[in-house]
Protein backbone atom coordinates (compact mmCIF):
# COMPACT_ATOMS: atom_id res chain seq x y z
CA UNK A 1 0.00 0.00 0.00
CA UNK A 2 1.36 3.22 -0.97
CA UNK A 3 2.21 5.51 2.47
CA UNK A 4 -0.09 8.51 1.23
CA UNK A 5 -3.45 6.10 1.02
CA UNK A 6 -2.10 4.04 3.90
CA UNK A 7 -1.89 7.21 5.86
CA UNK A 8 -5.53 8.46 4.89
CA UNK A 9 -6.99 4.98 5.83
CA UNK A 10 -5.70 4.96 9.39
CA UNK A 11 -6.10 8.42 10.54
CA UNK A 12 -9.31 8.19 12.02
CA UNK A 13 -8.11 5.21 14.57
CA UNK A 14 -4.88 6.78 14.90
CA UNK A 15 -7.01 9.64 16.42
CA UNK A 16 -8.07 8.07 19.47
CA UNK A 17 -4.49 6.46 20.53
CA UNK A 18 -2.08 7.01 23.09
CA UNK A 19 0.54 8.34 21.34
CA UNK A 20 2.70 5.65 22.43
CA UNK A 21 0.81 3.01 20.73
CA UNK A 22 0.65 4.88 17.37
CA UNK A 23 4.02 3.56 15.96
CA UNK A 24 2.87 0.35 17.20
CA UNK A 25 -0.38 0.44 15.01
CA UNK A 26 1.12 2.14 12.09
CA UNK A 27 4.00 -0.76 11.64
CA UNK A 28 1.34 -3.58 12.25
CA UNK A 29 -0.96 -2.14 9.64
CA UNK A 30 1.66 -1.23 7.22
CA UNK A 31 3.03 -4.78 7.45
CA UNK A 32 -0.58 -6.45 7.19
CA UNK A 33 -1.49 -4.14 4.27
CA UNK A 34 1.75 -5.31 2.24
CA UNK A 35 1.66 -8.97 3.01
CA UNK A 36 -2.14 -8.98 1.79
CA UNK A 37 -1.23 -7.25 -1.24
CA UNK A 38 1.61 -9.67 -1.82
CA UNK A 39 -0.27 -12.92 -1.69
CA UNK A 40 -3.66 -12.27 -2.91
CA UNK A 41 -4.38 -13.76 -5.52
CA UNK A 42 -4.33 -12.16 -8.64
CA UNK A 43 -2.94 -12.62 -12.62
CA UNK A 44 0.34 -12.86 -13.82
CA UNK A 45 1.92 -9.63 -13.83
CA UNK A 46 1.88 -7.82 -17.43
CA UNK A 47 5.22 -6.65 -19.30
CA UNK A 48 5.97 -3.56 -18.41
CA UNK A 49 8.87 -0.58 -19.88
CA UNK A 50 11.96 -0.63 -18.56
CA UNK A 51 14.16 2.17 -18.04
CA UNK A 52 15.42 3.49 -20.83
CA UNK A 53 19.68 5.14 -21.70
CA UNK A 54 17.96 8.33 -22.23
CA UNK A 55 16.43 8.16 -19.04
CA UNK A 56 19.57 7.66 -16.77
CA UNK A 57 22.22 9.70 -16.01
CA UNK A 58 25.92 9.07 -15.34
CA UNK A 59 28.00 11.01 -12.57
CA UNK A 60 31.52 10.91 -13.33
CA UNK A 61 34.17 12.05 -10.10
CA UNK A 62 37.36 13.55 -12.07
CA UNK A 63 39.45 12.89 -9.47
CA UNK A 64 38.94 9.24 -9.70
CA UNK A 65 41.20 7.79 -12.75
CA UNK A 66 38.94 4.43 -12.41
CA UNK A 67 35.72 7.08 -12.26
CA UNK A 68 36.82 8.36 -15.40
CA UNK A 69 37.87 5.29 -17.02
CA UNK A 70 34.45 2.64 -15.99
CA UNK A 71 32.38 6.14 -16.47
CA UNK A 72 33.74 6.28 -20.49
CA UNK A 73 33.28 2.26 -20.94
CA UNK A 74 29.60 2.51 -19.48
CA UNK A 75 28.38 5.69 -21.46
CA UNK A 76 29.32 3.47 -24.71
CA UNK A 77 28.46 -0.05 -23.70
CA UNK A 78 24.56 1.49 -22.79
CA UNK A 79 24.62 4.60 -25.73
CA UNK A 80 23.90 7.27 -22.85
CA UNK A 81 23.78 10.54 -24.10
CA UNK A 82 26.37 12.83 -23.84
CA UNK A 83 23.80 15.48 -22.08
CA UNK A 84 23.75 12.86 -19.76
CA UNK A 85 26.85 12.64 -18.68
CA UNK A 86 27.52 15.05 -15.41
CA UNK A 87 31.24 15.40 -14.43
CA UNK A 88 32.09 16.54 -10.67
CA UNK A 89 35.22 16.45 -8.37
CA UNK A 90 35.06 15.03 -5.04
CA UNK A 91 38.71 15.01 -3.80
CA UNK A 92 41.03 12.71 -1.97
CA UNK A 93 41.48 13.08 1.84
CA UNK A 94 44.95 11.83 1.98
CA UNK A 95 45.68 8.97 0.04
CA UNK A 96 42.23 8.16 -0.32
CA UNK A 97 38.15 8.87 -1.42
CA UNK A 98 36.07 9.76 1.58
CA UNK A 99 33.64 6.58 2.50
CA UNK A 100 31.36 9.21 3.85
CA UNK A 101 30.73 12.68 3.12
CA UNK A 102 28.88 15.07 5.32
CA UNK A 103 25.75 16.45 4.55
CA UNK A 104 27.00 19.53 3.75
CA UNK A 105 29.23 18.50 1.29
CA UNK A 106 26.81 16.42 0.05
CA UNK A 107 24.12 19.06 -0.04
CA UNK A 108 26.72 20.86 -2.50
CA UNK A 109 27.10 17.34 -4.35
CA UNK A 110 23.73 17.20 -5.23
CA UNK A 111 23.03 20.85 -6.15
CA UNK A 112 25.71 20.78 -9.06
CA UNK A 113 24.53 17.00 -10.02
CA UNK A 114 20.67 18.05 -10.02
CA UNK A 115 21.53 21.73 -11.93
CA UNK A 116 23.00 19.43 -14.77
CA UNK A 117 20.05 17.38 -15.41
CA UNK A 118 16.89 17.69 -17.60
CA UNK A 119 13.36 16.78 -16.60
CA UNK A 120 13.73 13.58 -18.81
CA UNK A 121 16.29 11.87 -16.26
CA UNK A 122 14.59 9.48 -14.06
CA UNK A 123 17.95 7.86 -12.79
CA UNK A 124 21.21 8.08 -11.97
CA UNK A 125 23.93 6.33 -11.40
CA UNK A 126 27.26 7.39 -9.82
CA UNK A 127 30.14 5.64 -11.25
CA UNK A 128 32.68 4.80 -8.27
CA UNK A 129 33.05 2.82 -4.97
CA UNK A 130 33.45 5.68 -2.26
CA UNK A 131 32.09 7.92 -1.38
CA UNK A 132 28.71 5.68 -0.04
CA UNK A 133 27.64 7.52 2.70
CA UNK A 134 26.18 10.53 4.11
CA UNK A 135 26.29 10.15 7.89
CA UNK A 136 24.21 7.15 8.67
CA UNK A 137 22.29 7.35 5.38
CA UNK A 138 23.30 5.85 2.23
CA UNK A 139 24.75 8.33 -0.83
CA UNK A 140 22.02 6.57 -3.15
CA UNK A 141 18.94 6.96 -0.24
CA UNK A 142 20.42 10.38 0.72
CA UNK A 143 20.28 11.51 -2.94
CA UNK A 144 17.10 10.26 -4.40
CA UNK A 145 14.67 11.01 -0.66
CA UNK A 146 17.28 13.88 0.50
CA UNK A 147 19.30 13.18 3.36
CA UNK A 148 17.39 12.11 6.79
CA UNK A 149 19.54 13.89 9.35
CA UNK A 150 17.03 12.27 12.12
CA UNK A 151 17.58 8.89 10.88
CA UNK A 152 20.73 9.26 12.31
CA UNK A 153 19.56 9.63 16.25
CA UNK A 154 18.28 6.62 16.25
CA UNK A 155 19.71 4.47 13.23
CA UNK A 156 17.28 1.55 14.65
CA UNK A 157 14.15 3.17 14.41
CA UNK A 158 11.86 3.51 11.47
CA UNK A 159 12.79 5.09 8.54
CA UNK A 160 11.62 8.01 5.83
CA UNK A 161 8.76 5.47 3.26
CA UNK A 162 9.45 5.97 -0.17
CA UNK A 163 6.63 6.92 -2.16
CA UNK A 164 8.57 4.49 -5.22
CA UNK A 165 7.62 1.50 -2.83
CA UNK A 166 6.08 -1.64 -4.47
CA UNK A 167 4.98 1.35 -7.48
CA UNK A 168 3.39 1.12 -10.67
CA UNK A 169 5.58 3.87 -11.78
CA UNK A 170 7.65 3.99 -14.79
CA UNK A 171 9.23 7.62 -14.22
CA UNK A 172 9.63 8.30 -10.25
CA UNK A 173 11.26 11.99 -11.39
CA UNK A 174 8.06 12.60 -13.40
CA UNK A 175 5.71 11.06 -11.18
CA UNK A 176 6.93 11.15 -7.81
CA UNK A 177 10.26 13.85 -8.09
CA UNK A 178 12.40 11.29 -7.03
CA UNK A 179 15.39 10.19 -9.23
CA UNK A 180 16.32 6.72 -8.44
CA UNK A 181 19.68 6.23 -7.95
CA UNK A 182 22.82 3.36 -7.63
CA UNK A 183 26.15 3.02 -7.72
CA UNK A 184 28.49 1.30 -9.70
CA UNK A 185 31.50 0.23 -8.13
CA UNK A 186 34.90 0.80 -9.78
CA UNK A 187 37.56 -0.84 -7.48
CA UNK A 188 38.79 -2.42 -10.58
CA UNK A 189 38.34 -0.98 -13.63
CA UNK A 190 38.37 -4.63 -15.17
CA UNK A 191 35.95 -6.30 -13.06
CA UNK A 192 33.47 -2.97 -13.82
CA UNK A 193 33.71 -3.59 -17.06
CA UNK A 194 33.01 -7.18 -16.47
CA UNK A 195 30.07 -6.36 -14.55
CA UNK A 196 28.84 -4.12 -17.30
CA UNK A 197 28.56 -6.51 -19.89
CA UNK A 198 26.78 -8.63 -17.46
CA UNK A 199 24.22 -5.92 -17.75
CA UNK A 200 24.39 -5.49 -21.10
CA UNK A 201 23.97 -9.58 -22.03
CA UNK A 202 21.03 -9.82 -19.55
CA UNK A 203 18.74 -8.01 -22.17
CA UNK A 204 19.72 -11.26 -24.47
CA UNK A 205 18.90 -13.71 -21.20
CA UNK A 206 17.83 -16.98 -22.80
CA UNK A 207 18.94 -19.63 -20.45
CA UNK A 208 16.66 -21.19 -17.50
CA UNK A 209 17.51 -19.39 -14.07
CA UNK A 210 16.31 -20.29 -10.59
CA UNK A 211 15.74 -17.84 -7.78
CA UNK A 212 17.11 -19.35 -4.55
CA UNK A 213 15.62 -17.71 -0.79
CA UNK A 214 17.39 -19.04 2.00
CA UNK A 215 16.16 -19.55 5.72
CA UNK A 216 19.10 -19.64 8.00
CA UNK A 217 20.10 -20.13 11.63
CA UNK A 218 20.93 -16.92 12.08
CA UNK A 219 16.85 -16.12 13.00
CA UNK A 220 17.10 -12.41 13.95
CA UNK A 221 18.30 -12.28 9.91
CA UNK A 222 14.98 -13.99 8.86
CA UNK A 223 12.70 -11.08 9.38
CA UNK A 224 12.22 -11.45 5.12
CA UNK A 225 11.17 -14.87 5.57
CA UNK A 226 7.09 -14.56 5.11
CA UNK A 227 7.94 -12.67 2.32
CA UNK A 228 9.51 -15.28 0.05
CA UNK A 229 7.63 -16.20 -2.77
CA UNK A 230 5.25 -19.14 -2.39
CA UNK A 231 5.43 -22.29 -4.75
CA UNK A 232 3.47 -22.57 -8.05
CA UNK A 233 2.46 -19.15 -8.03
CA UNK A 234 5.21 -17.70 -10.68
CA UNK A 235 5.29 -20.23 -14.44
CA UNK A 236 8.31 -22.59 -14.09
CA UNK A 237 8.79 -21.51 -17.92
CA UNK A 238 9.53 -18.42 -16.56
CA UNK A 239 11.47 -18.87 -13.53
CA UNK A 240 12.26 -21.75 -11.32
CA UNK A 241 11.83 -20.78 -7.04
CA UNK A 242 13.33 -22.61 -4.21
CA UNK A 243 12.60 -21.40 -0.51
CA UNK A 244 15.70 -23.75 1.71
CA UNK A 245 16.62 -23.53 5.04
CA UNK A 246 19.67 -23.81 5.05
CA UNK A 247 22.98 -21.72 6.02
CA UNK A 248 24.58 -22.17 2.77
CA UNK A 249 23.79 -22.61 -1.23
CA UNK A 250 26.57 -23.97 -3.30
CA UNK A 251 27.50 -25.76 -6.19
CA UNK A 252 24.30 -24.22 -8.41
CA UNK A 253 24.85 -22.30 -11.68
CA UNK A 254 21.73 -21.10 -12.64
CA UNK A 255 21.56 -18.01 -9.82
CA UNK A 256 19.68 -15.65 -10.86
CA UNK A 257 18.07 -14.39 -7.59
CA UNK A 258 20.02 -15.12 -4.54
CA UNK A 259 18.36 -13.75 -0.56
CA UNK A 260 19.46 -14.75 2.77
CA UNK A 261 20.18 -13.99 5.96
CA UNK A 262 24.16 -13.91 7.20
CA UNK A 263 26.62 -11.70 8.09
CA UNK A 264 29.24 -13.37 5.95
CA UNK A 265 27.87 -15.76 2.96
CA UNK A 266 29.96 -18.48 2.51
CA UNK A 267 30.39 -20.59 -0.86
CA UNK A 268 30.29 -17.85 -3.14
CA UNK A 269 32.95 -18.93 -5.22
CA UNK A 270 30.98 -22.22 -5.73
CA UNK A 271 28.12 -20.36 -7.57
CA UNK A 272 27.21 -19.66 -10.88
CA UNK A 273 25.34 -16.19 -11.19
CA UNK A 274 23.25 -15.95 -14.77
CA UNK A 275 23.51 -12.02 -16.32
CA UNK A 276 21.64 -9.71 -14.60
CA UNK A 277 21.27 -11.82 -11.48
CA UNK A 278 20.34 -9.79 -8.19
CA UNK A 279 21.58 -11.09 -4.71
CA UNK A 280 21.71 -9.74 -1.31
CA UNK A 281 22.17 -10.72 2.35
CA UNK A 282 20.03 -9.03 5.42
CA UNK A 283 22.76 -8.05 7.99
CA UNK A 284 23.75 -4.89 9.17
CA UNK A 285 26.89 -3.15 7.32
CA UNK A 286 26.92 -5.20 3.95
CA UNK A 287 26.80 -1.17 2.90
CA UNK A 288 29.36 -0.05 4.70
CA UNK A 289 31.50 -1.41 0.83
CA UNK A 290 35.37 -0.32 2.33
CA UNK A 291 35.05 -1.85 5.91
CA UNK A 292 35.45 -5.20 7.02
CA UNK A 293 33.22 -6.15 10.45
CA UNK A 294 30.46 -7.77 7.89
CA UNK A 295 30.57 -9.28 4.38
CA UNK A 296 30.33 -6.42 1.89
CA UNK A 297 28.02 -5.97 -0.57
CA UNK A 298 30.82 -5.95 -3.49
CA UNK A 299 31.48 -9.66 -2.94
CA UNK A 300 28.44 -10.29 -4.57
CA UNK A 301 29.24 -8.30 -7.52
CA UNK A 302 32.50 -10.08 -7.77
CA UNK A 303 31.05 -13.28 -7.39
CA UNK A 304 29.28 -12.85 -10.38
CA UNK A 305 25.91 -11.33 -9.41
CA UNK A 306 24.76 -7.73 -11.17
CA UNK A 307 23.01 -6.11 -8.33
CA UNK A 308 22.99 -5.95 -5.05
CA UNK A 309 22.34 -3.88 -1.92
CA UNK A 310 23.38 -3.17 1.75
CA UNK A 311 22.96 -0.75 4.60
CA UNK A 312 25.53 1.57 5.37
CA UNK A 313 24.48 1.78 8.84
CA UNK A 314 23.12 -0.50 11.98
CA UNK A 315 19.47 -0.62 10.76
CA UNK A 316 17.90 -3.47 13.34
CA UNK A 317 16.23 -5.83 11.28
CA UNK A 318 13.44 -3.88 10.05
CA UNK A 319 12.49 -6.09 6.59
CA UNK A 320 11.28 -2.54 5.68
CA UNK A 321 14.98 -1.69 4.71
CA UNK A 322 15.67 -4.13 3.44
CA UNK A 323 14.47 -6.07 -0.07
CA UNK A 324 11.28 -7.51 -0.03
CA UNK A 325 11.67 -10.62 -1.96
CA UNK A 326 8.07 -10.80 -3.45
CA UNK A 327 8.25 -7.22 -4.50
CA UNK A 328 11.89 -7.10 -5.85
CA UNK A 329 10.51 -10.70 -7.90
CA UNK A 330 7.61 -9.31 -9.39
CA UNK A 331 8.88 -5.92 -10.53
CA UNK A 332 11.82 -7.76 -12.18
CA UNK A 333 9.62 -10.43 -13.58
CA UNK A 334 7.51 -7.83 -14.90
CA UNK A 335 10.10 -6.34 -17.13
CA UNK A 336 11.53 -3.50 -14.98
CA UNK A 337 15.29 -2.64 -14.63
CA UNK A 338 17.37 -3.37 -11.53
CA UNK A 339 17.76 -0.36 -10.46
CA UNK A 340 13.63 -0.49 -10.53
CA UNK A 341 13.20 -3.91 -9.45
CA UNK A 342 15.40 -2.95 -6.26
CA UNK A 343 13.86 0.48 -5.77
CA UNK A 344 10.21 -0.47 -5.41
CA UNK A 345 11.13 -3.71 -3.38
CA UNK A 346 12.36 -1.63 -0.25
CA UNK A 347 9.69 0.50 1.77
CA UNK A 348 12.72 2.38 4.03
CA UNK A 349 15.86 2.64 1.88
CA UNK A 350 17.11 5.79 3.64
CA UNK A 351 20.12 3.51 4.97
CA UNK A 352 20.36 1.50 1.93
CA UNK A 353 22.83 1.25 -0.58
CA UNK A 354 22.21 0.53 -4.04
CA UNK A 355 24.84 -1.13 -6.76
CA UNK A 356 25.42 -2.93 -9.48
CA UNK A 357 24.69 -1.81 -12.92
CA UNK A 358 21.16 -0.47 -13.38
CA UNK A 359 19.71 -1.07 -16.74
CA UNK A 360 20.19 -5.08 -16.59
CA UNK A 361 16.29 -5.99 -17.72
CA UNK A 362 16.03 -9.92 -18.56
CA UNK A 363 12.53 -9.47 -18.58
CA UNK A 364 12.67 -6.60 -20.84
CA UNK A 365 9.27 -6.86 -22.79
CA UNK A 366 10.42 -7.10 -26.75
Known amino acids: MRPNLQAYLRAPLRAFLPA ?11 QLCVVGALHAPSAHAESAPALKPGQLAIVINDEDPNSVA ?30 SLTPAKFRLLKEEIDAKLG ?3 QAVLMVWTAPYAVDCNSITG ?25 SKSAKPFS ?37 YFLTTSEKARNTRAGFFPRPGRIPARRLTTKVI ?36 HLTSLGGDLLGSSQMSSLRWLEAGATASYGTVSEPCNHWQKFPNPSVLLRHYLSGNSAIEAYWKSVAWPVQGLFIGEPLAAPYRAR
Open 175 to 211: DHQMRISMLLPTESVQDAKDLIDRGVTAGFRTVPATA
Open 20 to 30: PLRAVFSCCLF
Open 119 to 121: PEV
Open 70 to 99: VGAYYRKRRDIPAANVVHVRIPRVGQSLPR
Open 245 to 280: QADVLEGVQDVLVYQTGMAHVAKLETIGFVPGALAD
Open 142 to 166: AYTLGFDGGQCAKTCAAGQPSPYFN
